[in-house]
């Protein structure tokens, strides 16, 4: 399939950071897409016709001319960005982004996104937070603090979809009530630099 010459359609939140990873690579690349704004919180992704695109319903979802249809930030991220400079030709670096990438699903989207949509969008008091999620989201932060002390990129020191995975989420820290520490928000800056978009903190 070549993606050069089959504009493909974003169903995307905007707020969201799994989305905007979609976004992300598709600028850096040149791929040209169209965005269909689908709101989570108007429970867009809950509607009939997004259901019939993506059973689960969720974004981001990224549908083709030809009926095709991909779900899941990191296997859209991994396929647009398929021979580019994002993914690195050593094998065993490759794997390492594959480990950060499999680990910002499981950890760290996990705890960071969750906290930060109980937080800034459904305004829930910290009562009603379960308080073994700040203590998981500062331990993710507490190990992007040591992998980052003596690195600029997660991966061969270079930037790639571990970047992006990971910054998406970590540059919204602040709303979900926490304090980026030191290398992680230089990271954070580096990679908003690199990808020219804007300075949240
Ligand atoms: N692992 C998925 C997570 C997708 C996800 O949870 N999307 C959220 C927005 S960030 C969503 O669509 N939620 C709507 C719902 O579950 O009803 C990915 O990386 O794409």
Redesign the pocket.
């Known amino acids: 399939m070549s993606l050069d010459n089959a504009a493909m359609t974003v169903y995307g ?1 905007s707020i ?4 905007l ?1 979609v976004k992300f690579v598709a600028d850096r690349l040149g791929i040209p897409y169209d965005w269909v704004e689908t709101s ?1 919180l108007a ?1 867009e ?2 509607a009939p016709q997004f259901l019939a695109l993506n059973p ?5 979802t990224v549908a083709w001319p030809d009926g095709r249809v991909l ?4 296997a ?1 991220m991994l396929l647009l960005a398929e021979g580019s400079d994002l993914i690195p030709s050593d094998p065993f670096d490759r794997a390492l982004m594959f480990q950060w990438l499999f680990w910002e ?1 499981y950890s760290h ?1 996990t705890a960071i ?1 969750v906290l930060r949509f109980r937080k800034h969008y459904l305004k829930l008091p910290d009562h009603e937070i379960d308080p073994a999620l700040p203590a998981r989201c500062d331990a993710v932060l507490g190990l992007m603090e040591g992998h980052l002390a003596t690195r600029q990129y997660f991966v061969a020191e270079k930037l790639s979809l571990a970047d992006i995975a990971l910054v998406a989420y970590t540059r919204f820290a602040h709303q979900a009530g926490l304090l980026l520490p030191t290398h992680v928000a230089a990271w954070v800056r580096r990679i908003e630099d690199d990808l020219q978009i804007e300075h949240l903190n």
Request: glycine share 8%; with cysteine; aromatic share 0%.
């Open positions: 939140d969201s950071g799994n989305c990873k989570v429970k992704t809950r689960a319903g969720q974004v981001p779900a899941q930030s990191n859209i699903q989207e996104a």
